[in-house]
Antibody, heavy 119, light 106 residues
Framework: EVQLVESGGGLVQPGGSLRLSCAAS????????MSWVRQAPGKGLEWVST????????YYADSVKGRFTISRDNSKNTLYLQMNSLRAEDTAVYYC????????????WGQGTLVTVSS | EIVLTQSPATLSLSPGERATLSCRAS??????LAWYQQKPGQAPRLLIY???NRATGIPARFSGSGSGTDFTLTISSLEPEDFAVYYC????????FGQGTKLEIK
């Protein structure tokens, strides 16, 4: 059974940093691209970043480019999102998601971790 | 940046009725479009990928169609568990989501 469990969320001040983790199990982690998607309170979904299975290629939304870094440790079956220079508008539930084999969609999702940026 | 516009914002229907949800892209995304369902307090669930392919375990009452800039998600006969918010996502140029359509019980 595929499982994705996010951790690392919490309250952080504007300008601060936070690192999210996503522990994966139930599939061959290194064979699949992974993504982060966020959802501000009461709002819609926003794609944040995607990384290839090998970790060589990474893609970012313009809203986080230069501030967030996606990475993965395939030996630990773990996905990361390093978030720097956080802003109030980064407040959201952050989901990690597994990409399908042909990159056609995100076929498994974690339950999310809440990040609140506030002074 | 490719912008996706979903319509209507809210759709009010009764169980057993047919639901038709629309997603329009600001430029062609070919068939690189997915649909998701999200219920309150839950993570999204993949319904359709590559515009018209049902994901694993998705009931046959869900179908997707379209290519280029105009896409449709159809639910042939609504079940009580289908009332939720639906999002389209393009994967042609980076990724982006539509703003969502809320399907509510009439």
């Amino acid at each position: 059974e595929v499982q994705l469990v996010e951790s690392g969320g919490g309250l952080v001040q504007p300008g601060g940093s936070l690192r999210l983790s996503c522990a994966a199990s139930g599939f061959t982690f290194s064979s699949y691209a992974m993504s982060w998607v966020r959802q501000a309170p009461g709002k819609g979904l926003e794609w944040v970043s995607t990384i290839s299975g090998s970790g060589v290629s990474a893609y970012y939304a313009d809203s986080v480019k230069g501030r967030f870094t996606i990475s993965r440790d395939n030996s630990k079956n773990t996905l990361y999102l390093q978030m720097n220079s956080l802003r109030a508008e980064d407040t959201a539930v952050y989901y990690c998601a597994k990409e399908s084999e042909n990159w056609g969609g995100s076929d498994y999702w974690g339950q999310g971790t809440l990040v609140t940026v506030s002074s | 940046e490719i912008v996706l516009t979903q319509s209507p914002a809210t759709l009010s229907l009764s169980p057993g009725e047919r639901a038709t949800l629309s997603c329009r892209a600001s430029q062609s995304v070919s068939s690189y479009l997915a649909w998701y369902q999200q219920k309150p307090g839950q993570a999204p669930r993949l319904l359709i990928y590559d515009a018209s392919n049902r994901a694993t375990g998705i009931p046959a009452r869900f179908s997707g169609s379209g290519s280029g800039t105009d896409f449709t998600l159809t639910i042939s006969s609504l079940e009580p568990e289908d009332f939720a918010v639906y999002y389209c996502q393009q994967r042609r140029n980076s990724y982006s989501f539509g703003q969502g359509t809320k399907l509510e019980i009439k």
